[in-house]
């Protein structure tokens, strides 16, 4: 694993040493940024004109498979910090990728989605929280943002979504950390993936320019960027089934040879939707068609929720042990939010049930 990219063998020893403390929160989180940084991972698929290795995002998303068989919490913050990179490169506003990307590649600053509630309002699950007001030259934010990861104190830049206060339509910003008015809480208290520098932020009259804007019409843009902020958080249940899977098939005793059909089954039913993804991401068919992946979503964590569960039942009482059973029990805790990070499983259904509710008689098989 991760042995095409430099620096992988040490990085994949340190992710394993870190990982239960990564989860719990005890351990050091500051250098994980850095160590990604390190072994390159925040360049793939990033063109090499802009400083990357090339690729595309499929190849991006295999990676952060790669980390999250490793640590779900190294694969949440690898996934949060390269979608903001890819806003940017996704973005009209050539002068604020000139000016932040390369500190972005090299891991000196970390980049938040922010954006969860504007995939919610895209799917009209939710309304924007974040209000704007014209002033002159600038614009004046007011509002909340209630869970955002990668918020490193050290310093970051966050993607939202903002609505107009007087008048249709919203448009897209970074903001920087320490923009006056800008206050973020202390870290949420998460059952687990406590490493994440998970967060809320407040706005209070914070102003930006039309240089902070990565897309004025965030109607337009939102579809645009979508694919490829879910496909590449696919790739953290991807990664964690893989482990999961690969563990249950490396037990021995009397479970081996019970649950060896089951898991293979897994196995395969893993493969076909990765190969699914991947083919969907590098066709460009997701734009036209994002039902087809918001089901690859649900199907995929469902997969790393039967991974998991395989794993308990190949390792037995040891899993449930402690030392022993601790790297299982922090896979089954990651398990656990597959289903609840947004866009969570029930707002991807709720959003396909309400698409298919509005096809004509007929059309909604």
């Known amino acids: 694993m991760m042995n095409v990219i430099p620096g992988a063998d040490t990085l994949t020893a340190w992710l394993d040493a870190m990982a239960d403390g990564l989860c719990a929160g005890t351990a050091d989180n500051t250098a994980l940024l850095p160590r990604l940084a390190a072994a390159g991972l925040f360049r793939v698929g990033v063109p090499v004109e802009l400083g990357g290795t090339g690729g595309d995002v499929t190849d991006a998303m295999a990676a952060i498979a790669e980390v999250s068989a490793r640590s779900l919490t190294a694969g949440f913050v ?36 922010g954006l969860s509630n504007a995939m919610k309002f895209l799917s009209a699950l939710e309304e924007l929280q974040v209000i704007a007001q014209r002033a002159g030259d600038c614009y004046r934010l007011d509002g909340k943002l209630p869970w955002v990861s990668n918020l490193r104190p050290a310093g970051f830049h966050v993607a939202v979504a903002v609505a107009h206060a007087h008048g249709p339509g919203a448009f897209v910003a970074a903001l920087a950390h320490d923009l006056p008015g800008l206050a973020r809480t202390a870290d949420l208290e998460l059952m687990a993936m406590r490493g994440s520098d998970t967060a809320a932020i407040d706005l209070a009259d914070v102003r930006i320019g039309e240089a902070d804007i990565l897309h004025p019409q965030a109607a ?31 037990r021995g005793g009397a479970a081996r040879h019970v649950l060896r059909e089951p898991v293979a089954a897994a196995t395969a039913r893993l493969a076909t939707l990765e190969t699914a993804l991947r083919d969907g991401l590098r066709r460009d068919a997701f734009h036209a068609s994002p039902a087809a992946l918001f089901e690859l979503r649900i199907a995929l964590a469902d997969v790393a929720g039967e991974a998991v569960s395989l794993e308990l039942q190949a390792g037995g ?17 990651e398990s656990a939010f597959l289903p609840v990070v947004t866009p969570s499983l029930v707002q991807l259904k709720a959003a396909l049930t309400a698409q298919q509710a509005s096809l004509p008689a007929g059309q909604a098989a």
């Not at 022993?324 to 089954?332: K, L, P, V, Y």
């Open 78 to 113: 690898f996934w949060g910090h390269r979608t903001f990179i890819e806003y940017l490169l996704q973005s009209p506003n050539k002068g604020l990728r000139d000016r932040l990307l390369a500190d972005l590649l090299s891991g000196r600053v970390a980049g938040a989605t």
């Open 317 to 333: 009482g040891r899993a449930y042990l402690s030392p022993s059973g601790d790297s299982f029990a922090r896979r089954w805790k």
């Open 220 to 250: 337009r843009w939102l579809p645009q960027v979508r694919p490829a902020f879910l496909g590449m958080q696919c790739g953290m249940s991807i990664g964690l089934a893989r482990r999961a899977l690969a563990e249950a098939a490396g």
